[in-house]
């Protein structure tokens, strides 16, 4: 790259002082509530209808006992703001990245409705937890992946489940149809 | 919270400034960017520094939001000032005609270039930060700057000449 370019970009985006009413705006501020479009409704409730039927039937299938505490880690990392540790959209990239970061495996589908966004990794007592974040239409989802017996194993529900030694959960902003998270590995 | 805001306000608001290049974009992504980092800060682990954990909140805010369209710069009005400035104000003026157009080129970059070229000159991290903070290995931010570096060049090469060899 010539000199020039480099000097003139330094100079260009150099750092700026940030405007004195940005705290004011802060302090005003109300967190953001996402916005479901009436438009997406139907697909939306269609694919969660499915998704139900999908993991109902994945459930009687496999006869596991899918953990509630670990759904309900799901729904707090849902609500968790903190930031992704590795974005990208590209799910055997996301594979890689958590086998490197936690020795667990998770092979998500290319083909999918859902759209994945990132991943990054929680501390859940002493075992980690991967956890990957996609998005269904408006609503924003996660997939939890942890050891098996890293996570509390009463309960039974539909969004979570045991398999192969290691324990999933699904969450979704979507509170009235959270299974619409199935759609991440169920192509409906 | 206040303390933590004063420590990085510059940061977050000139990351997402540069992002973005339209002051209220950015004001939208810095606010945006602190909300989160303050319900989140409580769960901040300490597996990388606070810095690195704070410049992710502030890329994933830019990443997310929606793309506004560029502010065409100069405008008609700002374009006659600038012919009818004389001396010195004329020499700024120029001078912040071509920071206006490069600023334009770094805005068409593709937002994963976009991001490792704000963080390289406006926060001035190196590759290895740039690419712990974008989760991304070595190699490959060293791939996307030097992308960059040839799209802009092959943008703003002709303003070379009309600037006369000032930096050369």
Redesign the interface.
Known sequence: ?????E?????????????D???E??SR?E??KTRRSVVTAWPVAALLTMGIAAATLWFVAHGQEPPAGFSQLAAQVLR?????????DNPQEIGR?MQNQTGLTLSVPETTTARVL?AR?I?HGKSPVAAVSYQVGQDSAVLLVARAGATSDSGHGQLSWTSRGQTYAIASTNHERPTEACVLCHSL | M?AL?EAY??????IA??FSGD?STA?DM???A???LF??IR???G?SSLDT?IY??V??SC?DHKRRVWRLIPLADEFVATLRAAGDSLTEAMKSE??DR??SA?NELAPDLRIA??LR???GLSYAEIAEV??AAEGTIASRLSRA??E??KR?AYL?GN?GG???
């Open positions: 790259m010539p000199d020039w370019l000097l003139e970009l330094a100079e260009t985006l150099r750092p700026v002082r940030a405007p009413e940005l705290w705006r802060i501020a967190p953001r968790d703001e903190s930031p992704l540790e590795l974005r990208s990245w990132g990794v501390q | 206040r805001f306000k510059d940061k977050v608001y000139s400034l540069r002051p004001m810095a606010q945006d602190f909300l989160k319900s989140a769960d901040f682990r597996n954990w992710r909140i890329v994933n990443l071509v920071r490069i600023w770094v070229i704000v000159y406006t926060e974008l989760g570096h040839k802009l060049e703003l070379v600037k000032s930096h050369a």
